[in-house]
């Protein structure tokens, strides 16, 4: 199916919540055996896991989330640079084991949903995982884990209609 300018109609008087979702689901690259093929930037079959294996869920409050994707280079060759930012709550010892070993080169694949209920897989299998990595942080007015999420690519990350295998 060929995208076209018409596609990009008003908007105009439709929903347009601006945010992320309190949650994202994130899986080591690993775990992931099959991202079926896109149509027209969405993937509609539901991903593949390796046997046993489950994207997890993470909950990031609601007052430090973002998600940006944009393009960096020039005409002669560009990628997408996508940045998720989240803040995970509440310092304790078997999130810190997680999250240093995640932050230790281990690509994952993020699944990240904004506030209109459109949900975008950050990573794949072909171009590479995205890399974690997480900022502890405890002062007068956090506790917890200061999450980015960061993936460069040819494209923004897909377009997810189909059930998070969780």
């Not at 994207?55 to 940006?68: A, T």
């Not at 993020?110 to 974690?132: F, H, K, P, Q, V």
Request: charge should be negative; charged fraction near 20%; glycine fraction near 10%.
């Amino acid at each position: 199916m060929a995208i076209t300018l018409t596609d990009l109609a008003k908007t105009c008087g439709t929903i347009n919540a601006r945010g992320i979702q309190m949650k994202l689901y994130l899986a080591f690259k690993s775990d992931v055996a099959t991202i079926p093929a896109a149509s027209a930037h969405v993937v509609s079959t539901a991903i593949t896991m390796q046997s046993g294996k489950t994207f997890v869920e993470v909950e990031i409050s609601k007052n430090d989330k973002s998600y940006e994707s944009k393009p960096e280079g020039n005409e002669d060759g560009s990628i997408y640079k996508t940045l998720i930012k989240g803040f995970h709550p509440n310092l304790r010892a078997a999130a810190t084991a997680v999250l240093a070993g995640a932050t230790n080169g281990c690509e994952v694949i993020c699944i990240s949903g904004d506030l209109n209920g459109n949900y975008r897989i950050i990573g794949n299998l072909t171009e590479g995982g995205a890399t974690l990595r997480a900022s502890e942080i405890n002062d007068n007015n956090k506790n917890g884990y200061e999450l980015e999420i960061e993936w460069e690519s040819a494209l923004p990350g897909l377009f997810y209609t189909a059930t998070i295998p969780s």
